[in-house]
């Protein structure tokens, strides 16, 4: 196994691709990106859970945001699928596959309100960006230049998004005022 494999599960099913890439490298990638796939798949589903479930005074706008990003991860999971087959793999994607090798805590089901939500979110799209982040370094150690760049891709994505949830969160301490004084508005 080479030095920059992250994953060391039973080699995946391989099928026969001209793709350059040495088989050993190739076969990491795959169980590294049936990893992700799995992950981005149970994240997916638990966004999708808080878009159908959020209740709350900001209803609206934290079901449009949750099913906005289930959609991105939606396209991700096609994205990575594809990633594994390209490199002689076989994509695991099915709930079941993703249920059993996923690394995503579960969301508590009790969960209604948004900002339990966001909070509960934000917690594993960090999760799931920290794990992008060391599959890229593997994929760079292993020079497969490719699967790092499509992970990267992701890894911005994830973090563009982690960004906006953790924006619900940072509000405004009482009492602080802008530009020095009660009622005045920010200085430019």
Known sequence: MPAGSVNQQ???RRFKTRNSLPDDVRSSACQNLN?????????RTQVTAAHWNVKGINFYQFHELFEELAEVLTEYEDRVAERVTALGGYARGTVRQAATRSHIPE???ATTQGRAFVQQL??????FDTSLYHHIRAAEADDDLDTADLLNEISREVSHYLWLLEAHLQDQPQGQVWGGGQG????H
Do not use: F, G
């Open 122 to 127: 934000a917690a594993r799209l960090a999760n």
């Open 107 to 109: 969301l508590p089901s």
């Open 184 to 187: 005045q508005s920010p200085q």
């Open 35 to 43: 990893q992700i796939l799995a992950d981005t798949i149970d994240l």
């Open 10 to 12: 039973p080699e995946e």
